[in-house]
């Protein structure tokens, strides 16, 4: 049986037109059709299989030559194991054997890395590896307390991070990223795939239950602060599991409690605004908080 591009389950059934720009072929049209061939979509199915495999959540189990598997950047991205793949991959993907038809398609293993790499950080591949929809997003702004709904989804939210593969992937990338523009593009666009989908949630949460964001800070900002609080969280859980960032309940994470903290400060009851921004709310505070013996002139500097 014969499969074509569009037999293949998402994201590899999607027109990878300016995604994958590196593939062989003299004319135009060649390279164009080659593009969105089910070969080149099976060639990006067996790289990602790799990534998986070799970046996925490890189970301690030890390789095959009794040691542990500590993986070091890209090195499982070889050409053979590449090949070896393409083995065994599953119908409607097309199995090839050799590495002719591999050089036929890409000219150097760079340009296939880096098409592959285009493609993994497209936001298109991001929610088929988050999967975490039904304990994080679905239901958020139906929880009756919005503080067991910030602790539920924050516990949640860190878990599926630390099992994705593309997380993974892009703690290596980010080390390496200076010596290749390329993949801050690929990046960035793979956090527009994550943060458009929590943006939209944080705008109808928000508004359900009665707030507002503080002048003086954006949708966009609050998202990008919840991002990195998130991740740098993930990022100390995966280096030191033992750190206590995730405790046995629920509602004893140290992710919530730091959004818990954020959203503390930039949300205000849409009822009872005070149309300061944090930065003239807390300086109120800080001033009314400051023991009598010291003070502050008008230019705001210590005597």
Not at 4 to 16: A, I, V
Not at 25 to 46: D, F, H, I, M
Not at 123 to 152: C, G, H, K
Not at 248 to 277: F, K, Q, R
């Amino acid at each position: 049986m014969t499969f074509g591009k569009k037999d293949l389950p998402f994201p590899y059934n999607q027109d990878f037109s300016g995604i994958v720009t590196r593939v062989k072929g003299v004319r135009e049209a060649t390279r164009a059709a080659l593009v969105n061939s089910p070969k080149v979509a099976s060639y990006l199915k067996a790289g990602a299989n790799l990534v998986e495999q070799n970046l996925g959540v490890c189970d301690g189990t030890p390789a095959g030559d009794g040691r542990k598997q500590y993986w070091s950047g890209l090195r499982f991205l070889t050409e053979r194991a590449l090949s070896r793949e393409m083995e065994n991959l599953e119908p409607p993907f097309l199995r090839q054997k050799g590495d002719g038809p591999y050089r036929a398609t890409w000219a150097t293993h760079d340009d296939y890395l880096n098409d592959l790499l285009t493609f993994l950080f497209h936001a298109m591949n991001y929610d088929p590896q988050y999967d975490a929809e039904d304990e994080t997003r679905d239901w958020l702004d139906d929880e009756e307390s919005f503080v067991d709904a910030i602790d539920r989804a924050t516990f949640h939210e860190l878990q599926a991070i630390c099992r994705m593969p593309l997380f993974r992937l892009q703690l290596i990338m980010v080390a390496t990223a200076d010596r290749n523009d390329g993949i801050h593009d690929a990046i960035a666009n793979q956090y527009a795939g994550a943060l458009e989908p929590w943006k939209k949630i944080y705008e109808s949460t928000f508004a359900s239950r009665g707030f507002q964001l503080r002048p003086g800070v954006t949708l966009d900002q609050l998202a990008n602060m919840l991002a990195a609080v998130t991740e740098g969280f993930a990022l100390h859980h995966l280096g030191d599991p033992a750190a206590g960032i995730v405790g046995e309940e629920i509602a004893d994470n140290l992710v919530g409690m730091a959004v818990l903290g954020i959203l503390n400060s930039y949300l205000e009851p849409v009822a009872e605004p005070t149309g300061l921004t944090l930065r003239e709310h807390f300086r109120g505070v800080s001033n009314r908080a400051r023991p009598a013996d010291r003070t502050i002139d008008d230019s705001g500097d210590m005597p």
